[in-house]
Protein backbone atom coordinates (compact mmCIF):
# COMPACT_ATOMS: atom_id res chain seq x y z
CA UNK A 1 0.00 0.00 0.00
CA UNK A 2 1.42 3.49 -1.02
CA UNK A 3 1.62 5.57 1.99
CA UNK A 4 2.01 9.26 1.59
CA UNK A 5 3.52 10.89 3.76
CA UNK A 6 3.57 15.17 4.59
CA UNK A 7 6.84 16.59 4.10
CA UNK A 8 6.92 17.73 7.69
CA UNK A 9 6.24 14.00 8.75
CA UNK A 10 9.39 13.23 6.54
CA UNK A 11 11.42 15.69 8.06
CA UNK A 12 10.59 14.92 11.46
CA UNK A 13 11.51 11.24 10.71
CA UNK A 14 14.76 12.14 9.19
CA UNK A 15 15.73 14.36 12.56
CA UNK A 16 14.80 11.28 14.59
CA UNK A 17 17.01 9.15 12.58
CA UNK A 18 20.47 12.03 13.91
CA UNK A 19 19.06 11.24 17.73
CA UNK A 20 21.24 8.28 18.63
CA UNK A 21 24.16 10.74 17.82
CA UNK A 22 22.96 13.02 20.51
CA UNK A 23 22.52 9.75 23.32
CA UNK A 24 24.24 11.76 26.41
CA UNK A 25 25.98 9.84 29.55
CA UNK A 26 26.76 11.25 32.60
CA UNK A 27 30.20 10.38 34.60
CA UNK A 28 30.58 9.79 38.50
CA UNK A 29 31.70 12.68 39.33
CA UNK A 30 32.15 11.83 43.47
CA UNK A 31 35.15 13.40 44.96
CA UNK A 32 37.92 11.66 47.25
CA UNK A 33 35.24 12.05 50.90
CA UNK A 34 32.48 10.52 49.08
CA UNK A 35 30.43 13.56 48.38
CA UNK A 36 28.77 13.78 44.47
CA UNK A 37 27.46 16.99 42.63
CA UNK A 38 26.83 17.73 39.37
CA UNK A 39 25.83 19.94 36.74
CA UNK A 40 21.98 21.26 36.72
CA UNK A 41 21.67 23.57 34.11
CA UNK A 42 23.08 26.70 32.16
CA UNK A 43 22.05 29.71 34.50
CA UNK A 44 23.33 32.47 32.20
CA UNK A 45 25.43 33.41 29.73
CA UNK A 46 27.32 36.76 30.55
CA UNK A 47 28.26 39.77 27.90
CA UNK A 48 30.63 42.46 29.13
CA UNK A 49 30.05 45.78 27.26
CA UNK A 50 31.16 49.26 27.63
CA UNK A 51 27.82 50.34 28.76
CA UNK A 52 24.71 47.87 29.95
CA UNK A 53 22.67 51.08 28.35
CA UNK A 54 24.08 50.71 24.82
CA UNK A 55 24.41 46.73 24.85
CA UNK A 56 20.74 46.45 26.74
CA UNK A 57 19.30 48.12 23.84
CA UNK A 58 19.74 45.28 21.67
CA UNK A 59 18.19 42.84 23.59
CA UNK A 60 15.29 45.72 25.11
CA UNK A 61 14.03 47.31 22.11
CA UNK A 62 15.14 45.07 18.87
CA UNK A 63 14.17 41.51 20.32
CA UNK A 64 11.80 43.00 22.51
CA UNK A 65 12.76 40.62 25.59
CA UNK A 66 12.42 41.17 29.05
CA UNK A 67 15.04 42.49 31.29
CA UNK A 68 15.67 43.07 35.14
CA UNK A 69 16.64 46.76 36.56
CA UNK A 70 20.49 47.36 36.34
CA UNK A 71 22.12 46.29 39.64
CA UNK A 72 25.49 47.29 41.48
CA UNK A 73 27.61 44.38 42.19
CA UNK A 74 30.55 46.25 44.02
CA UNK A 75 32.28 43.31 45.28
CA UNK A 76 32.63 41.93 41.98
CA UNK A 77 33.55 45.79 40.21
CA UNK A 78 30.32 45.48 37.72
CA UNK A 79 26.86 46.46 37.42
CA UNK A 80 24.57 43.61 35.96
CA UNK A 81 21.12 43.42 34.28
CA UNK A 82 19.65 40.27 33.42
CA UNK A 83 17.20 39.28 30.49
CA UNK A 84 15.18 36.74 30.52
CA UNK A 85 15.77 34.04 27.65
CA UNK A 86 13.05 31.37 29.23
CA UNK A 87 15.48 28.47 29.08
CA UNK A 88 18.20 30.76 30.74
CA UNK A 89 19.42 34.51 31.10
CA UNK A 90 21.35 36.79 29.96
CA UNK A 91 23.65 38.68 32.10
CA UNK A 92 24.27 42.23 30.35
CA UNK A 93 27.97 43.48 32.40
CA UNK A 94 29.77 46.93 32.44
CA UNK A 95 32.55 48.15 34.56
CA UNK A 96 32.05 49.95 37.88
CA UNK A 97 34.09 53.02 36.94
CA UNK A 98 35.64 54.32 40.22
CA UNK A 99 37.24 51.04 41.22
CA UNK A 100 39.64 48.69 39.65
CA UNK A 101 37.00 46.30 37.65
CA UNK A 102 37.54 42.40 37.01
CA UNK A 103 35.89 43.02 33.09
CA UNK A 104 38.11 46.01 32.34
CA UNK A 105 41.13 43.68 30.77
CA UNK A 106 38.43 41.93 28.85
CA UNK A 107 37.10 45.28 27.25
CA UNK A 108 40.03 46.10 26.40
CA UNK A 109 40.86 43.31 24.31
CA UNK A 110 37.01 43.77 23.12
CA UNK A 111 36.08 46.89 22.95
CA UNK A 112 33.03 46.83 21.25
CA UNK A 113 32.34 43.71 23.92
CA UNK A 114 31.67 40.03 23.81
CA UNK A 115 30.79 36.66 25.99
CA UNK A 116 32.66 36.99 28.92
CA UNK A 117 31.63 33.90 30.73
CA UNK A 118 29.19 30.86 31.36
CA UNK A 119 27.75 30.24 34.29
CA UNK A 120 26.46 26.45 35.34
CA UNK A 121 24.24 26.22 38.40
CA UNK A 122 25.58 22.83 40.73
CA UNK A 123 23.57 21.03 43.20
CA UNK A 124 26.90 21.48 45.31
CA UNK A 125 29.48 23.82 44.95
CA UNK A 126 31.63 22.35 47.59
CA UNK A 127 31.96 19.07 46.68
CA UNK A 128 32.41 20.34 43.17
CA UNK A 129 35.55 22.83 44.54
CA UNK A 130 37.49 19.82 46.24
CA UNK A 131 36.32 17.65 43.54
CA UNK A 132 37.44 19.78 40.62
CA UNK A 133 40.69 20.98 42.51
CA UNK A 134 41.56 17.29 42.69
CA UNK A 135 41.12 16.72 39.51
CA UNK A 136 44.09 19.90 38.97
CA UNK A 137 41.28 22.43 37.59
CA UNK A 138 42.31 26.14 39.10
CA UNK A 139 40.04 27.92 40.71
CA UNK A 140 40.02 31.32 40.69
CA UNK A 141 39.99 31.78 44.41
CA UNK A 142 39.85 29.67 47.61
CA UNK A 143 36.24 30.07 47.84
CA UNK A 144 33.27 30.83 46.89
CA UNK A 145 32.20 34.19 47.31
CA UNK A 146 28.46 35.73 46.85
CA UNK A 147 27.40 36.30 43.26
CA UNK A 148 24.79 38.43 41.52
CA UNK A 149 21.91 36.41 42.65
CA UNK A 150 22.83 36.18 46.24
CA UNK A 151 24.67 32.58 46.10
CA UNK A 152 27.69 31.34 46.13
CA UNK A 153 30.08 31.62 43.45
CA UNK A 154 33.37 30.38 42.10
CA UNK A 155 35.26 31.03 38.59
CA UNK A 156 37.04 28.22 37.11
CA UNK A 157 40.27 29.20 34.99
CA UNK A 158 40.07 29.58 31.96
CA UNK A 159 43.34 27.61 30.94
CA UNK A 160 42.09 24.76 32.09
CA UNK A 161 38.80 25.56 30.33
CA UNK A 162 39.15 25.72 26.98
CA UNK A 163 39.30 29.61 26.48
CA UNK A 164 36.10 30.30 28.49
CA UNK A 165 35.93 31.42 31.59
CA UNK A 166 33.13 29.22 33.99
CA UNK A 167 31.29 30.71 36.63
CA UNK A 168 29.64 27.51 39.15
CA UNK A 169 26.95 28.52 40.94
CA UNK A 170 25.37 26.93 43.79
CA UNK A 171 21.87 26.47 43.18
CO1 LIG B 1 27.87 35.52 36.04
Redesign the pocket.
Known amino acids: MLRIYSKNLLISMMCQKRLPHQTFKRYNNSNSSGSSWKILRLN?I?IASKTIEESSTLYKDKFRMETSDKHAQPDHGVNTMFVDCGNTKI?LLDPITDCKSPIENFLDKNPTGGIH?L?FEVDNLDAACLDLRQRGLRLLSDRPKI??HGKP?IFCHPKDCSGVLI?LEQA
Open positions: HAEHCGAVE
